[in-house]
């Protein structure tokens, strides 16, 4: 391919990508979430007791810092609780609260089942090809990515 098919390529890839993401936002908003908090709030919800933070900044690829700040506003608002490992005293299990739970199980299920409907619309073939491809994309990005700028 040649370089003006592949600018193109990549920029209706990112056009696609960017309204994914809006949507995502959108529907975090009616919440008073960002894209991040909602990613967050799913995986509490759907970790086994007593995930911790690292695992969950790993899990979606969030910072340290970001997935703390986002512990910290819900911890306030009381929709979380925090306990500290017993093996790493800087590590805290994230534990949802009765009221974490009721609000995350209004917002979290809903948003799965969009996900869910809209790759119902797929074939079979085509989901895992999606999912092939993105796979292969996205790890280019991040090997490209940290070769970058050293």
Do not use: W
Not at 61 to 73: D, E, H, Y
Not at 89 to 109: Q, S, W
Not at 135 to 140: A, G, K, L, Q
Request: proline share 2%; with cysteine; hydrophobic share 40%.
């Amino acid at each position: 391919m040649d370089g003006e098919k592949l600018t193109e390529l990549v920029r209706e890839y990112c056009r696609q990508r960017d309204i994914q993401i809006a949507a995502y936002e959108v529907y975090a908003r009616k919440f008073g979430l960002t894209a991040k908090e909602l990613l967050v709030l799913g995986m509490i919800l759907y970790t086994p007791e007593n995930g911790f933070q690292s695992e969950i900044g790993k899990n979606l690829t969030m910072a340290r810092q970001t997935v703390s700040a986002i512990i910290k506003k819900f911890v306030k608002l009381g929709y979380v609780s925090l306990k500290e490992s017993k093996i790493d005293h800087r590590n805290k299990a994230v534990k949802l609260t009765a009221k974490g739970r009721e609000y995350a199980e209004m917002i979290i299920p809903p948003a799965v089942r969009v996900e869910i409907d809209a790759m119902a619309e797929l074939s079979e073939e085509d989901a895992a090809s999606l999912i092939r491809i993105t796979r292969i994309f996205s790890e280019e990005i991040r090997r490209n990515f940290e070769n970058t700028g050293n």
